[in-house]
């Protein structure tokens, strides 16, 4: 098989990136070369054979779910085949294709759904499908069968040779067998999966593992029958997938046909059937997708967000605070600091289309140390628990003092400490019981502690304890919104 290491080490990056601590990530980045060159000498040779899952269950969302995760190594094969199959098949995709494409996320979705329901009469209807346990229930012939299809093509065009169709085909298969695990779940975690959900119940010949870039890839293209069915078949105009969820925009009666022939094309062409329940509703009372519900000129959050918002910050609270007779304490590593970040800015991110500024109002009324831990600027949120655009020490100690006014700000400098703007150094040996007497004083602090570099040979400094007295009254109840000029970033 033809392979160029650059390409290797690409799909290594792209592995890489938001996995870099896992062991896994380590392990092969330790000896990256060398794993590098032994991944390219087994596919070059054509011996390449799959290492076994790691199996285990995830429960960071709505559901738990079982999760067969890839060896490193493999998922370095599966970035490099998908780069190329890929630039392959996906100019055959519909434009209002959506999920695991670059620059089609769900607010891609939702603003072309929404934009749909201004050009059609408000009379109108939607019909919203699903396929039932969509992953688990993909034919694995039929879909080598769709991906020959594409090669094949691909060789008429002179965009790929044979050979190279044929050692795509070749590995498509191998990474399509019914995957080993090298560990099995508990029957205390498998109890929290429904059957059907298990890859395990799964009859031979079917089902892919969830959350695999290549899985991702392979439901693409089979679904992608149903759109090309459904846009040139069924001529509808005003249709939007995104995975196994997908919405169509007409007449009633029409949908009522579309939907028999649908559920018709579904079982005789990819051996997959519709959810039980018909969703035949009028465009004006809202559309409930991807986590939103559409309206013709707004957008509002669904509830069940807003409660797992409420729900992660909850239990980040709980897992991350303790509670002393004088008041509240957090201990703040790196990865608790990145964690309460990414949960904060991600549930953002979602919130922003449907402008719901008033639930992070509530959820900071809810959690007022949240009014401390982020802020506004130029109408973005930004962390305070630590200063990535401090150009130096100067800078990182105006920040903290900033933000933490009512606080008493520890600095650690070496193998010291500073209060405040005060420039006397104590010990970093006395650090310890001065934060004791704080506590027993009943006045807040944040101790801000070195934690590697930042650039320029300049320290990154961080929040690394935040206590907060049982007399500390919050003086925001939002975030705190300050202009570039209020303080020297």
């Not at 067969?68 to 490099?80: I, M, Q």
């Not at 607010?107 to 934009?115: E, M, P, S």
């Not at 059907?196 to 991702?216: C, D, E, V, Y």
């Not at 919405?247 to 579309?258: A, D, M, P, T």
Request: glycine share 4%; proline share 3%.
């Amino acid at each position: 098989m033809e392979v160029a290491i650059q390409q290797l080490y690409q799909a290594y990056k792209k592995c890489h990136k938001g996995k870099a601590k896992t062991s896994q990530a380590q392990s092969y980045s330790a000896k990256l070369i060398d794993n590098i060159f032994a991944t390219h000498s087994v596919l070059h040779s054509n011996t390449y054979q799959p290492q076994p899952y790691t199996c285990f269950v995830a429960t960071n969302g709505v559901k738990p779910r079982e999760i067969y995760a890839a060896d490193f190594s493999d998922r370095v094969v599966h970035h490099w085949l998908v780069d190329k199959l890929e630039k392959i098949i996906n100019p055959k995709f519909i434009y209002y294709s959506y999920a695991n494409q670059v620059g089609k996320g769900t607010h891609f979705g939702v603003n072309a759904l929404q934009k749909m329901l201004r050009k059609v009469n408000t009379d109108n209807y939607y019909l919203q499908l699903d396929i039932h346990n969509f992953f688990y229930s993909i034919d694995k012939k039929i879909l080598l069968s769709l991906l020959a299809k594409y090669l094949k093509n691909a060789i008429k065009k002179h965009s790929i040779h044979p050979e190279q169709a044929k050692d795509y085909y070749q590995l498509c298969a191998k990474i399509l067998k019914r995957p080993q695990a090298k560990n099995q779940l508990s029957d205390a975690q498998l109890s929290t999966i429904p059957p059907h959900k298990q890859l395990r119940n799964i009859i031979a010949g079917k089902g892919l593992p969830i959350r695999n870039i290549t899985s991702q890839c392979f439901g693409n293209v089979y679904l992608n029958e149903l759109d090309q069915f459904i846009k040139h078949e069924l001529n509808v105009k005003y249709f939007v997938r995104f995975v196994d969820d997908f919405v169509l925009l007409g007449k009633q009666s029409e949908l009522q046909h579309w939907q028999q022939a649908i559920e018709l094309f579904l079982q005789q062409k990819l051996c997959l059937r519709l959810k039980p329940g018909t969703l035949l509703k009028p465009i004006n009372s809202g559309i409930d997708f991807l986590g939103y519900i559409i309206y013709l000129h707004y957008q509002l959050t669904r509830k069940s967000v807003i409660h797992n918002f409420y729900q992660k910050l909850k239990k980040w609270h709980q897992d991350n605070h303790i509670k002393t007779k004088n008041g509240v304490l957090f201990q703040l590593t790196i990865d608790k600091i990145t964690h309460i970040n990414s949960l904060f800015f991600s549930y953002l991110g979602h919130f922003k289309p449907a402008k719901a500024h008033k639930v992070l109002q509530q959820k900071i009324q809810q959690f007022p140390w949240l009014s401390l831990f982020f802020y506004q600027q130029n109408n973005q949120y930004r962390s305070t628990l630590h200063n990535k655009f401090a150009d130096n020490f100067s800078q990182q100690l105006n920040f903290f003092n900033y933000f933490f006014q009512d606080f008493v700000v520890i600095t650690q400098i070496g193998k010291a400490f500073i209060l405040g703007n005060d420039t006397t150094q104590k010990p970093i040996r006395q650090l310890t019981a001065y934060l004791k007497i704080q506590q027993s004083n009943k006045q807040s602090y944040v101790f801000i502690s070195e934690q590697g570099y930042a650039h320029n040979r300049l320290k990154q400094r961080r929040v690394r304890q935040l206590f907060i007295a049982n007399h500390q009254q919050f003086t925001h109840n939002t975030p705190h919104c300050i202009s570039s000029q209020a303080i020297s970033l």
